[in-house]
């Protein structure tokens, strides 16, 4: 019964409080202002995406002309520069000079192609052993996207990820619970695959004085999908799906609705994949004063080897108070065949709390969850773990390896737990910055595994394109075994 009654309650609770909104919040924004004259005064230095290093390794005018231009800058003098030579479009992303006009394309819309490569790669050296598993290892990620833009609202981007599979990565094994190997996961697989656009940009000459209302939205192909902040539903699926934005219902700043099919590619709740699945979403978002909201459906026509069907929801409120910004969620999972790993009956409810501090810009945070029965995410990518995971450092996936999450970030069972901790900035560039938290997690049904736990993340920018991370923690399980995990990592983003 106390399952039903907060299931009931809390959704009403977050809709009843769209009644605040006519009172104005102070937003408390700073009275900092930037003079015009300051704007893209650093542009010169910004890190360059990998498409311009490329053309200035190729081109030496464009060499010579970016020395020309911050001469010119430094002295003020009228300092003619060449125009910039490119490869991968005329109007390079950020860049300085003429506008190509482009070319028109049958449908009335004008393109302009310019090409962006950019991506992440991090290593990482980590040690892990919760008292269940052990390892030891050497891993590596490789992220790498481009944007093929044909127009500020039309764009093709593609995604690999070539070091790692089905959440095993490259690298190698030093022991612990399995046996010294070389891990090869190498791969050429598209990890992502679509094109997004806008119906009524991609085809004016359908409405040339805007008057039919025909701006929807669009994406299909492979992508990343996340709803309730990962909670409800964090995959990369094979999908379309259409939204319909600057929307003004039930009193909202604006709003936006998605309606969403998938029919590959779909995990379920256990991180693996449903060759058989199809997943039908609707998704519903409205701004308000100071406060945001969110509302899905998900039904998953998921196969017989899985545990067959499911209906998911989820309803999300995020509002700030003063100083304090809080989130607010609550999801729910119905089995509607059979309970299995891939899908459960249940649900969670989910608090965020974070404040700016006085004296500097510190930020303390308290996250809360209570998960009642067998709460199970509509569908999981096997690389960002369970559903907990926003819950703090000590339930966070760090997607890469087998370093798993200290008080864990699955819902198996019934549980309550917290996380709270502090984000300390050592100067005023935030170059760096250490979190230490303390948590726990409690299991109200059995089976589970109770404990707590107290982690440190330390991160610092080296440059402008490289990052230090170390995380540790060390914890204790009523089972009687502790806990321990390092890691350091280097990350190199371009």
């Known amino acids: 019964m106390k399952a039903i009654r907060l299931s009931i309650l809390l959704p009403a609770v977050i809709l009843a409080s769209v009644k605040l909104h006519a009172v104005e919040d102070n937003l408390l924004l700073p009275d900092i202002v930037v003079p015009w004259t300051e704007l893209g005064k650093d542009f010169m230095t910004r890190p360059a995406p990998v498409t311009e290093v490329i053309e200035d390794l190729v081109f030496k005018s464009n060499r010579e002309r970016k020395k020309i231009i911050a001469a010119r800058n430094l002295s003020g003098d009228d300092l003619e520069a060449p125009d910039r030579k490119t490869l991968f479009g005329a109007n390079p992303f950020l860049g300085s000079g003429k506008i190509s006009p482009g070319f028109t394309i049958p449908t009335g819309a004008v393109w302009q192609p310019v090409t962006i490569i950019y991506g992440e790669m991090r290593s990482s050296l980590q040690s892990f052993n919760n008292g269940l598993v052990d390892v030891n290892e050497w891993v590596n990620r490789l992220d790498l996207f481009g944007n093929i833009y044909l127009t500020p609202t039309e764009r093709l981007h593609f995604g690999f990820r070539p070091l790692d599979r089905e959440g095993r990565f490259t690298g190698y094994r030093l022991g612990g619970d399995g046996t010294e190997n070389f891990m090869d996961h190498f791969n050429g697989n598209v990890r992502s695959l679509y094109f997004e656009g806008d119906f009524g940009e991609l085809f004016p000459n359908l409405d040339p004085t805007d ?94 080897s899985t545990g067959g069907d499911g209906f998911f929801a989820g309803i999300g409120q995020t509002r700030r108070f003063g100083k304090i910004n809080s989130t607010l969620r609550a999801a729910f999972s119905w089995a509607l065949d059979n309970e299995t790993a891939a899908i459960g009956t249940g649900s969670v409810y989910f608090h965020q709390l974070s404040r700016t501090m006085n004296y500097n810009d510190d930020i303390a945070y308290l996250d809360s969850f209570l998960s009642v029965d067998n709460f199970t995410s509509a569908a999981r990518d096997p690389a960002v773990g369970g559903p907990l995971g926003a819950t703090g450092v000590l339930f966070e996936a760090v997607g890469l390896g087998g370093y798993g999450a200290a008080l864990g970030n699955g819902t198996p069972t019934g549980s309550v737990g917290f996380s709270l901790g502090y984000q300390h900035f050592f100067d005023d560039t935030k170059k760096r910055q250490l979190v230490a938290e303390i948590g726990s997690r409690w299991h109200t049904q059995s089976p589970g595994r109770s404990g707590y736990a107290a982690g440190l993340r330390y991160q610092q920018a080296l440059d402008q394109h490289t990052i230090l991370r170390a995380d540790g923690f060390i914890g204790q399980f009523d089972d009687g075994q502790t806990g321990q995990g390092f890691r350091c990592e280097l990350s190199f983003r371009f």
Do not use: C
């Open 211 to 304: 008057k039919r209302r025909l701006d929807y939205g669009f994406a299909v192909g492979r992508m990343p999908i996340t709803y309730q902040d990962g909670l409800l539903l964090n995959d990369v699926v094979d999908a379309v799906g259409i939204t319909r934005s600057s929307m003004f219902l039930f009193g909202a700043s604006a709003a936006r609705a998605t309606a969403l099919f998938a029919w590959d590619q779909i995990h379920r709740g256990n991180n693996r994949r449903d060759p058989d699945a199809r997943l039908y979403a609707l998704s519903y978002a409205a701004d308000y004063t100071a406060s945001t909201y969110e509302i899905e459906a998900i039904y998953v026509d998921g196969g017989n």
